[in-house]
């Protein structure tokens, strides 16, 4: 029997003519954009965390990130038919003039206005480019693991931890030994907020009743109560079945792939990741270098309980790259795999 998606992360980190004006033309100072964490080969990356709830949830927090159904209106400095009104497509990207498709969600204006800008150079000298949103989308979050509706939903209000709970109708409960027992486990369930874990309980909010940490859930937030009971792993991204399945006693990277039906021809072996520790406080990433194993220049690699691996299809620049890229597809697994064969 096909195992069921009932684990998930939300785990933490961010991502993004020949000139026809002339020489006199001086373009204002370019902002330098922000460095994210990068991704190294053979090394660890830890997942951030906030600080406190007071700086997860202060003032000045909140930083836009565009999204699906989004409207930009974007323009060049001194070249006005480039200044255009698009729509982020249902991809995630949208289509602008000289550059063709660029990925646009899960970026800030900002990080969107440097990537246009350094793709611009190609066709114009000193390109200056503003991004504004001019329509957005309605605030969502998404909820995964042991409820039973995991999903996207919007944010209506005041939206707090226990209402995204009572949203995806209650955690999730089944039978053992004849006795109804509840599937999910509040100890390790967790929630990220601007690619950080955030140090709420779930605990002290669901069970406790503790209004400090029944927290207002923010546009973009990602909430995951894993299960109680199960033991899988995931294999996503460009294999042929990409699934969880559950193991007993060891089971090794190339076995796992294996499993989900073996690398597509458009997989980037050499940039694949394992996400570690889901249920831990020790959350990171683990680049792998598959062609090597293949090639039996380096060991295969031995998979814990809770990993995912994802085989991606281009390289990750970032951990911000990498940690969009695997709750997006979390995400439509565990929503297929719910609509299709229950929770």
């Known amino acids: 029997m096909r195992p069921k998606m009932n684990w998930i992360l939300l785990f933490a980190i961010g991502v993004i003519c020949a000139s026809s004006s002339s020489a006199s033309e001086v373009p204002p100072e370019k902002p330098q954009p922000v460095a994210e964490a990068t991704l190294q080969p053979g090394a660890a990356a830890a997942i951030p965390r906030w600080e406190s709830l ?19 209106d974007i323009m060049v400095f001194g070249h006005p038919d480039m200044r255009k009104e698009i729509p982020v497509r249902p991809d995630g990207k949208i289509s602008y003039r000289l ?6 969600e899960g970026l800030t204006p900002e990080r969107l206005r440097a990537q246009l800008e350094e793709d611009l150079l190609r066709y114009m000298r000193y390109p200056q480019v503003d991004v504004i949103v ?28 226990l209402d ?32 950080k874990v955030v140090p709420v309980s779930f605990e ?50 190339l076995q796992a792939v294996a499993e989900a039906g073996g690398f597509r021809s458009t997989a980037r072996l ?27 220049k380096a060991d295969d690699m031995e998979l814990q309980v809770g990993d995912v ?35």
Do not use: C, W
Not at 54 to 71: K, M
Not at 136 to 160: D, H, S
Not at 278 to 295: A, G, S, W
């Open 134 to 161: 001019k329509k957005a989308r309605e605030a969502r979050f998404t909820i995964l693991g042991k409820v039973v509706r995991p999903g996207l939903y919007p944010i209506e209000g005041g939206t707090t931890l």
């Open 164 to 195: 995204a709970v009572a949203m995806g109708q209650g955690l999730s409960s089944g039978q053992y030994e004849g006795s109804t027992i509840e599937l999910a486990d509040l100890k390790n369930a967790f929630m990220m907020r601007r690619e």
């Open 54 to 72: 007071e700086a997860a949830t202060g003032p000045g927090a909140v930083e836009y990130r565009i999204a699906a159904g989004d409207t930009l």
């Open 204 to 253: 002290l909010a669901i069970r406790g009743g503790d209004p400090y940490h029944n927290i207002a859930v923010e546009d973009g937030d990602y909430i995951y109560i894993p299960s109680a009971l199960e033991q899988e792993v995931y294999v996503l991204g460009e294999v042929f079945d990409p699934r969880a399945f559950g193991f007993r006693g060891r089971v090794t990277l």
């Open 270 to 296: 050499r940039d694949v990741v394992v996400l570690r520790g889901l249920t831990t406080d020790d959350r990171h990433l683990i680049p792998v270098d598959v062609k090597e194993i293949v090639q039996g």
């Open 309 to 343: 691996v994802y085989v991606p299809r281009s390289r990750l620049a970032d951990l911000g790259d990498a940690t969009r890229d695997i709750l997006s597809l979390l995400l439509t697994y565990q929503s297929v795999d719910n609509l299709f064969f229950g929770n």
């Open 99 to 104: 550059v063709g498709d660029v990925e646009a």
